[in-house]
């Protein structure tokens, strides 16, 4: 959320240069999809095409002049002259004992295979007095009491089910970064060294997190944080908008109108607009994130249902930390993320059904297009691709970001730091975090045997 007073770029020139790579980024997508088209059209290969000049008939090895002439006299069977050799009773044995050993064999893995998927419960496990009383059999001899006079207790329900649950169930139910967190490794080496440069300058007080899915390897410090969201809160309100458009509520051309009660001061060139004045719902979503406009962003919530309705539905999505308070542009703090909810968001934008494949792409398309580049993108080499959203107000400032390097492999970035007002250092900081880890992750190697799918 970059202050209007302090931009490098008026905003004539962020909007100049932001339709500039949009014009880029909507001819990417027209070849993409005409390279789609081509292969889908394509004939079908040589291989399985049937050839046009006439192909010479096989010989059956008997002429069709002697098959008729030696119709009439019929086939003696062929018979084989060597002579036929009776089982023995050891070969019987032996027979008989690999018969039962594969048998035993696939009757042990059936079994297992149908303890993991469907375990019986735990007899030792003890029930609890009110469902064993409740589930236990009456007495014959017992009086059963009037209903008026029975006593209604209260309900509970537990949330774990009795008796060990099997393996393939927790691994389904486990939320994917959690699970590659518990299963990876913390990169210790570089952890030290970045608290080393914090403890230098402590008026500084970063928190991130940084993972790899590809190699399980990851970088946490103080990323279960809390911390004033600035613009970075505009990713979870563009994934919201794109999972509207694939539920049909709303359409990309569909017009927002702004009003004045929506209209915001500092980032953005929408405020300059007449009120009244109408923009499509994806213009406004790319004004949102690539020049930060914040009149885009409080449309857009308005929209969506309000700041409420986003809350619960960021909470369905598995963030704890990601509220908004406030409508932009916020400059007291009081919406919020954490870096955690923020990677993990990254990671179901790119590897999981959050979106459909066309809003995914569109998304990040509009990621890619973010015209301040002045924190991540320091850290990355040229052909490297980052997807991402800044945020930046007097208290805080990060950026949170998707980076496909050339090795084939992605990891997701998420860095805010709480600094003095507008202190420049806590920009430095991240770009020298961003170089570090880039170079930590684009020399791994993924395992060959993982599998994160």
Known sequence: MLQHSRQ?????????????????????????????????????????????????????????????????????PIRSTRPRKRPSSWGWFVYLTRLAIVGSGVAAIAGTVLT?????????????????????????????????????????????????????????????MQRLVREGQELTTIKRQIQAWSAAQSELKPAMFFLNPSTGEYLDINGAKSISAASTIKIPVLLAFFEDVDAGIIDLDEPLVMRPDLVASEAGSMQYEPVGTTFSALDTAEYMIAISDNTATNMLIDRLGGAEKLNQRFKSWGLKHTTIRNPLPDLEGTNTISPQDMAALMLKLKDEDLLSSTSREQALDILRQTVTNTLLPQGIEKDADIAHKTGDIGSVVGDIGLIDMPNGQHYVAAILVQRPHNDPRAQELIRKISKLTYKTFRKQVAPATRSDN
């Open 116 to 176: 993991v998927l469907d375990p019986k419960p735990n007899s030792s496990v003890s029930r609890s007095p009110a469902v064993s009383s409740a589930l236990a059999p009456a007495p014959l001899n017992a009086e059963t009491p009037n209903n008026s006079e029975q006593s209604v207790q209260p309900k509970t329900f537990d949330t774990q089910p009795e008796g060990p649950q099997s393996l393939i169930f927790r691994w389904s139910q486990e939320p994917r």
């Open 8 to 76: 490098s770029l008026t905003s004539r020139q962020q909007r100049q240069l932001w339709q500039q790579r949009r014009r880029i980024h909507q001819t990417r997508r027209a070849m993409r999809k005409q390279l789609v088209q081509q292969t889908q059209h394509r004939a079908p290969s040589n291989r399985f095409r049937p050839s046009s000049s006439p192909q010479p008939k096989r010989s059956s090895g008997i002429s069709r002049k002697s098959t008729k002439r030696n119709s009439s006299v019929p086939k003696a």
